[in-house]
């Protein structure tokens, strides 16, 4: 069992940053894919970006190409994603997840077998 528990969100205004955390407990993260989804009311989770523990790769959704990173910090058993650069439109709720099936990595939610409780980002006008 991996407990992930998500931390680092709030208001911050277009143009801000944020670096949203993730911190596993239970096992180590070395050896799953993490993933940072996003959902707001009445939409599905949206995959936003993944770090492959196998092939050292990050992906993203195009539409944080250039202001997102995901990075790992494995000695704290921790993902990060920093946020630059937001758009009201990055306002939802931000979940990290973990995947540890065969794949490089995946976009798609339902592959994830752990997920943090997620953490509020609003981006104001």
């Known amino acids: 069992q991996v407990q992930l528990g998500e931390s680092g969100g709030g208001l911050v205004q277009a143009g801000g940053s944020l670096r949203l955390s993730c911190a596993a407990s239970?096992?180590?993260?070395?050896?799953?894919?993490m993933g940072w989804f996003r959902q707001v009311p009445g939409k599905e989770r949206e995959f936003v970006a993944a770090?492959?523990?196998?092939?050292?790769?990050?992906y993203y959704t195009d539409s944080v190409k250039g202001r997102f990173t995901i990075s790992r910090d494995n000695a704290k058993n921790t993902v990060y994603l920093q946020m630059n650069s937001l758009k009201p439109e990055d306002t939802a709720v931000y979940y990290c997840?973990?995947?540890?099936?065969?794949?490089?990595?995946?976009?798609?939610?339902?592959?994830?077998?752990?997920w943090g409780q997620g953490t509020q980002v609003t981006v104001s006008s």
């Open positions: 770090s492959s523990w196998s092939n050292g790769s990050t």
């Open positions: 239970g096992r180590t993260l070395n050896s799953y894919v």
């Open positions: 997840a973990a995947y540890s099936g065969r794949n490089y990595y995946t976009q798609d939610p339902t592959e994830y077998d752990y």
